[in-house]
């Protein structure tokens, strides 16, 4: 939560386009505890974050909602391929696409249903790469931290959870 609310405060040039730091957690949390982690942490923080900042149930409150479950969605796919296949870094990038797309999806069809949004898709998903790439990067030295790494589980061999 303390991330996302630091997240809030800083100016963005582009709106709606935030650096997704408090994602890193969240890839923290599902690679080292599991799943359900995973889902516990985004729904705490979207839900503490906008009770915090007092946005609860307001647009905002939604477009986050909409793009934790957007991620989520494709981490619950994705990470039986963790580490065989994907790192925290193509985690991350899938993870901040799909938080993209879930925002966007949402904005279109409650918020701004206009015909001309989704010219502004592309740079949107730019932008996710490229802080996907971050988070990922960041996910990846946390997780390589000799205090993280024996809490970190080993998806080769077992099932997700």
């Not at 296949?85 to 985690?91: A, M, T, Y």
């Not at 030295?141 to 205090?147: F, I, Q």
Request: glycine share 12%; net charge positive; hydrophobic share 55%.
């Amino acid at each position: 939560m303390g991330l996302q609310l630091i997240e809030a405060a800083i100016p963005s040039p582009v709106p709606g386009i935030k650096p997704g730091l408090a994602n890193v957690i969240t890839l923290v949390a599902l690679l080292a505890l599991g799943w359900r982690a995973a889902v516990a942490v985004t729904l705490l923080r979207v839900v503490g974050a906008s009770l915090l900042m007092g946005t609860l149930v307001s647009p905002g409150f939604w477009l986050s909602l909409a793009g934790g479950l957007g991620a989520l969605g494709i981490l619950g796919i994705l990470a039986g391929f963790y580490p065989r296949h994907l790192g925290p870094v193509g985690l991350a990038v899938a993870a901040a696409l799909a938080h993209t797309c879930g925002q966007f999806l949402f904005a279109w069809a409650v918020i701004i249903p206009h015909p001309q949004l989704p010219w502004l898709l592309p740079p949107l998903l730019l932008a996710a790469l490229l802080t996907g790439l971050v988070t990922g990067i960041l996910t990846a030295s946390v997780l390589a931290d000799p205090r993280i790494r024996p809490y970190v589980r080993d998806r080769s061999s077992t099932p997700a959870g």
